[in-house]
T-cell receptor, first 115, second 113 residues
Framework: AQSVAQPEDQVNVAEGNPLTVKCTYS??????LFWYVQYPNRGLQFLLK??????LVKGSYGFEAEFNKSQTSFHLKKPSALVSDSALYFC?????????????FGAGTRLFVKA | EAQVTQNPRYLITVTGKKLTVTCSQN?????MSWYRQDPGLGLRQIYY???????DKGDVPEGYKVSRKEKRNFPLILESPSPNQTSLYFC????????????FGPGTRLTVT
């Protein structure tokens, strides 16, 4: 069975400091991994994805994530946080081998960036 | 403009009164999904569709129905809504060509009293 864990409900970081939002996953087949962001009173926006290839993927707004197969992790990172990065972040996984489109989201991590 | 639209955006209804939330996308995507978002639970997939007339259950399908008669539309039907279906609902679409990243609608906030 697929599952996603975001172990931190909230992450606090000062503007200009690096940030990390953690995600671990469990999937029986080949993982397709995604990060989405939700700004207040808005829908979700795609940030980045890992399907195959280079373990370090770069996405929108300066975010990147590293796929680590041995640790089954896909942590979201940014070298220098902005106040405008404050939002709710979701990690999601899909089993790429089943042929279906069942997608599991984590519970979300709220990021606060303080000026 | 590429987009996913949902209607209505806000709905307050009473227990047992059938309702439909519409979802439409203009990107010719083959995949569409419905999710509900509840505090502390993230997004949970209700149903998904891989193409016209092809639908399957997600994690929380009980109390919901869907249909996919046209590629662009994927309505969510609550035949007999109950208060535990009070939630924020999102429709999303995706394509194999874009490696399955999902485009989300603006959300529908449903309250069942």
């Amino acid at each position: 069975a697929q599952s996603v864990a975001q172990p931190e409900d909230q992450v606090n970081v000062a503007e200009g400091n690096p940030l990390t939002v953690k995600c671990t996953y469990s999937v029986s087949g080949n993982p397709y991994l995604f990060w989405y962001v939700q700004y207040p009173n808005r829908g979700l926006q795609f940030l980045l994805k890992y399907i195959t290839g280079d373990n370090l993927v770069k996405g929108s707004y300066g975010f990147e994530a590293e796929f680590n197969k041995s640790q089954t992790s896909f942590h979201l990172k940014k070298p220098s946080a902005l106040v405008s990065d404050s939002a709710l972040y979701f990690c999601a996984v899909r089993d790429g081998w089943t042929g279906g489109f069942k997608t599991i989201f984590g519970a979300g991590t709220r990021l606060f960036v303080k000026a | 403009e590429a987009q996913v639209t949902q209607n209505p955006r806000y709905l307050i209804t009473v227990t047992g009164k059938k309702l439909t939330v519409t979802c439409s996308q203009n990107m010719n995507h083959e995949y569409m999904s419905w999710y509900r978002q509840d505090p502390g639970l993230g997004l949970r997939q209700i149903y998904y569709s891989m193409n016209v007339e092809v639908t399957d259950k997600g994690d929380v399908p009980e109390g919901y129905k869907v249909s996919r008669k046209e590629k662009r539309n994927f309505p969510l039907i609550l035949e007999s809504p109950s208060p535990n279906q009070t939630s924020l609902y999102f429709c999303a679409s995706s394509s194999r060509d874009s490696s399955y990243e999902q485009y989300f609608g603006p959300g529908t906030r449903l309250t069942v009293t």
